[in-house]
């Protein structure tokens, strides 16, 4: 029999899109208000892989990535979601969203995203919330998956996300050197 225990904590990481660069900064400081200081930035770039939002939010979409320097449990990732949420609907304008915040987190052995959507490879966690498998770690780099989003399945998005993995690696070795 299996005896359960408690999962290290993961690393929360966010990509967050809008047409309007300065929306993105402001969200990035009310995620942190809860998640603690921002350990990490991405450059700005093009949200260009889907017209998908463009409808509802316009375009060009500029997005960035952000990883926060505090750990969190694997099993908060639903509570995430709805406190990003709650940051979008902060900049709604006549209902639209002005910016689009999608949490999720990187471990050891995966990338996994929270969502809204259920789909078949996505498990649900909690208040309406499901996680999706996004990466997994094998053979010393993160792989995309049949359903994994033609952006996060980039090899420069993966590159990215297989350096995150790096830091957040030592940082859990350093944690349980202190324990």
């Known amino acids: ?3 359960p225990h408690p999962p290290d904590k993961v690393l929360l990481i966010s990509s967050l899109f809008s047409p309007d660069r300065a929306i993105i900064d402001r969200a990035v400081a009310h995620i942190s208000e809860t998640y603690g200081p921002v350990e990490w930035v991405s450059p700005e770039m093009f949200f260009d892989r889907t017209r998908y939002y463009a409808g509802e939010m316009g375009w060009p979409l500029y997005r960035r990535f952000v ?4 750990l969190i449990p694997p099993d908060t990732l639903a ?5 990003t949420n709650a940051v979008e609907s902060r900049y709604l304008i006549q209902g639209n969203r002005q910016v689009n915040i999608d949490p999720g987190y990187i471990s050891a052995e995966r990338l996994v995203l929270a969502t809204g959507k259920n789909y078949v490879h996505r498990i649900y966690l909690a208040h309406g919330i499901y996680a999706d498998l996004t990466l997994i770690f094998k053979k010393g780099g993160f792989r995309p998956l049949e359903w994994t989003y033609r952006d996060y399945a980039a090899p ?3 590159a990215v996300f297989n350096e995150l993995r790096r830091v957040y690696m030592e940082k859990l070795k350093e944690m349980k ?3």
């Open 79 to 83: 509570d995430a979601k709805l406190a």
């Open 177 to 179: 050197r202190i324990d």
């Open 67 to 70: 990883s926060f320097e505090e």
């Open 156 to 158: 420069e998005m993966i």
């Open 1 to 3: 029999m299996s005896q």
